[in-house]
């Protein structure tokens, strides 16, 4: 008999009480800072809606050992862990157990219900989650006891996943930035000798198009499993990287006001983000359906290599031209004009032909790591996550 099983046997053997998060957290929400104080090398970090850090200042308002749950933007429902001292930011929620309920075993309660929280997202706009819907979660409440045995039996799964997930992100770092320079050498056309360099002509994206405009809103609650495809700007940012051919989303097409299309060759701008660095991020499509382009994504249509610009517009040139007059806050914009401003070197078909071929193979040999450690990590994953839902189901008391 395992000593989690002795426990409940002991303690609780005729069941569990199940009761609603509210009733044993008081759930805080975060604080608005001040902008012109945060940097990227501040003491503490800001977690406000997005996944990772927005910055960083010098004081804090929340202690280590701390759950957190974005309230807003694309990853609203994130649930994370915090075990050094942070600023709150006015977009997440902190979760401050009562007496009755271990820190560490309701943040393995509620990260089991992550997928749960990133449903109940509202608005049409930035998606949002309310309180209430957290306070609505009902975890099952066994006694001190059991509830430690249950954080040391998952913190030992847990921590073997994140050592593997540290090996793994130290080889991409590494392997990406091999890419980065590569690609950015190439794309200068300084150190590049003929035949590459003939005929380069530095032109505006405004120059390249033959045509640039926004998309149409598609709401979370829009998104389906059949139907047209569409992609929304969060999903640039998240799911694609350089270039794609397939959808992951669909969405009822008579359901969207003013519907705008994007098609094969098309590149997609995300003018929505969490990032300076990052804001416009683009991709191009490869796919060969008509589909929907979501509201805060400009699509591009030209007469170019379409995975020449995907790559050249990812450069550290692209990106510092991208990120030019924009400010760093909870919510980062760009626009049409801002796009149509970027200057790119513009070689023949040919060439950008070739040079798209050749990026393609490194990045695929950089990125190829779908064998060995992530096979290890995604086993680990979800061995963890097996056994963390297994061991937070009780039987209901009297039930």
């Known amino acids: 008999m395992s000593e989690l099983q002795r426990l409940i046997n002991e303690l609780c053997p005729n069941g569990v009480e199940y009761v609603s998060l509210g009733n044993v957290c008081k759930i805080v929400k975060g604080v608005q800072f001040n902008k012109a104080d945060m940097n990227d090398e501040g003491s503490y970090p800001v977690i406000n809606g997005g996944i990772n850090p927005s910055g960083y200042i010098e004081q804090y308002n929340q202690e280590g050992n701390t759950i ?20 709150l930011g006015a977009h997440c929620y902190a979760i401050k157990p009562n ?88 794309l200068d056309f300084k150190s590049v000798p003929p035949p590459w360099t003939d005929d380069v002509r530095w032109r505006t994206l405004g120059e390249v198009a033959t045509s640039i405009y926004r998309g149409s809103g598609i709401t979370r609650d829009q998104i389906t499993k059949t139907g047209i495809p569409c992609v929304r700007y969060g999903e640039i940012y998240t799911k694609y990287n350089t270039w794609f051919d397939n959808c992951l989303s669909h969405t009822n097409e008579t359901a969207i006001k003013n519907p705008k299309y994007f098609e094969y060759g098309d590149i997609l701008f995300a003018i929505t983000g969490e990032s300076v660095d990052e804001i416009a991020k683009s991709v191009a499509y490869l796919g060969h359906d008509k589909c929907l382009a979501g509201g805060d994504i400009v699509v591009l249509k030209h007469n170019q290599n379409p995975r020449y610009l995907a790559h050249v517009l990812s450069t550290y040139d692209a990106r510092k031209q991208k990120s030019k007059g924009k400010i760093k806050s909870k919510v980062v914009h760009s626009s049409v004009p801002s796009i149509e401003n970027i200057r790119i070197p513009v070689p023949s078909i040919d060439i950008q032909t070739k040079i798209a071929d050749v990026l393609d193979n490194f990045e695929k040999i950089c990125s190829d790591l779908n064998i060995g450690l992530p096979t290890e990590i995604n086993a680990r994953q979800k061995q963890y996550e097996y056994y963390r839902d297994k061991l937070l189901q009780f039987r209901i008391k009297n039930a």
Do not use: M
């Open 99 to 186: 007496a009755d309920l271990l820190n560490r075993y309701a943040y393995h309660f509620i990260k089991s219900q992550e997928y749960k929280l990133q449903e109940c997202q509202y608005g049409a706009g930035i998606p949002a989650l309310a309180k209430s819907t957290i306070e609505s979660l009902s975890i099952p409440l066994p006694p001190l006891e059991v509830q430690r045995e249950i954080v040391r039996i998952l913190d030992k799964y847990s921590e073997s996943v994140e050592e593997l997930k540290k090996a793994l992100e130290k080889e991409l770092s590494l392997r990406k930035k091999q890419y980065e320079y590569y690609r950015d050498k190439l």
């Open 68 to 87: 957190t749950i974005s309230q807003g933007g694309a990853s609203a429902g994130y649930v994370n862990w915090l075990d050094i001292k942070f600023w």
